[in-house]
């Protein structure tokens, strides 16, 4: 990043955990290496043990505060109080850039931005949706609701960053073509991420990595892996590492070949498997399959989101987020996993559009455009 005044970067966001919480914790890093001072607000009632051991990591390296607010994803009456509290914060720590990730961070962000300037202070408002609210069907009344309420909230909006392509494609869609500021600026790796794992001698076939919902197709990978094992002809095993509220049915679900494990650095969780499995129904650009990339492990991906930017549009990695198409992709790519890496994006291609400096100094950039128009 240029070396240029020193700001006062605060970011807002929910839940401290998966891809949002992976990418501020980068961005913080590469602020703060770079002059900047820096805070965070999230939400105090989720994370667990491992999310509670990268926040504690983080309060020491935060010279405007690590504070912890009761934040619900689903809008209800504690909002007020939650907002009342996130306000007084925020005020206190003067930033100079207010950046919400998410839908409940974005709204944070930009609601009291815009009352901080009503206040006299000069603060620059930034969004970055990470999906978040672009995942709703504008057919639905929710949907339609949630789309007016973001086209609206563009007028206190400095700045969208979108972190792919397709979550841009799909807010000018959905919500229109932002009639403020916007970027597009791809997450990406420090180069110590680009190490190989070294799979363990006793590593499963196959690993699912990630937030334990719905959302990021747990069940179809469970569901893969039966109609895979019947294909082979032979017992899959699997690793399923993560936590959230499915986890209990997720369980029940699975047979004795699948071993459950808390959430745990990506890195560690790659030496435990030989092939990484991203079955999500939806994504913006998903860290994980980035960082699998990075390790040189072997990945299947649905279809979705940006996750086709990262892998190429052609990419026989590339699956629909449905067990039938799963199955038959897990049970190909094991039976030759050597040849299957070989079709995958090489570390040299990766590093060109996924480095963390390219992604800080771009939206250093973009802060002090904002600050300056």
């Known amino acids: 990043m240029e070396d240029k005044r020193s700001l006062r970067i605060v970011h807002c966001f929910r839940a401290p955990v998966g891809g949002i919480f992976r990418h501020v914790r980068d961005l913080i890093d590469a602020q703060i290496k770079a002059g900047h001072k820096v805070g965070v607000i999230c939400d105090s009632s989720t994370g667990g043990e491992f999310a509670e051991a990268l926040l504690a990591d983080l309060r020491g390296k935060l010279q405007l505060g690590l504070e912890r607010i009761a934040m619900q994803r689903q809008i209800g009456p504690g909002d007020v109080l939650a907002a009342i509290r996130t306000y007084n914060i ?57 789309f007016r309420v973001e086209r609206t909230m563009e007028k206190m909006t400095d700045r969208i960053i979108f972190v792919s392509g397709f979550e841009q494609n799909v807010y000018a869609k959905k919500v229109g073509v932002p ?98 499995v991203i079955p999500s129904r939806a994504e913006a650009l998903p860290y994980i399959v980035i960082e699998a990339l990075a390790a040189g492990m072997p990945i299947i991906a649905s279809r979705v989101g940006g996750i086709p930017e990262i892998l190429g549009d052609a990419s026989p990695a590339l699956v629909m987020p449905e067990a039938n198409d799963l199955a038959s992709k897990m049970a190909a790519v094991i039976d030759d996993i050597a040849a299957f890496k070989q079709t995958l994006p090489t570390l040299e291609v990766l590093k060109l559009k996924f480095s963390v400096e390219a992604m800080a100094a771009q939206l250093e950039a973009e802060y002090f455009a904002a600050l300056d128009s």
């Open 90 to 146: 925020i005020r206190k720590q003067q930033p100079d850039i207010l950046h919400g990730h998410g839908a409940k961070g974005g709204t944070y962000a930009r609601v009291f931005g815009s009352w901080l300037r009503l206040s006299g202070f000069r603060v620059a408002r930034f969004y970055s949706p990470h999906g978040g609210s672009l995942h709703y069907d504008p057919a639905s009344l929710e949907g339609r609701v949630i």
């Open 179 to 276: 009639r403020c500021g916007f970027a597009l600026i791809y997450n990406g790796l420090a180069d110590s991420e680009f190490d190989p794992a070294i799979t363990r001698g006793d590593a499963a076939d196959f690993l699912f990595i990630g937030e334990m919902r719905v959302l990021k197709g747990p069940d179809i990978f469970i569901a893969a892996l039966e109609k895979a094992s019947a294909i082979t002809g032979r017992k899959l095993t699997a690793v399923m590492v993560g936590d959230g509220k499915d986890r209990p049915a997720l369980t029940r679900q699975a047979d004795s070949g699948t071993r459950f494990l808390m959430p745990m650095k990506a890195h560690e969780a790659f030496r435990l498997a030989r092939v990484v």
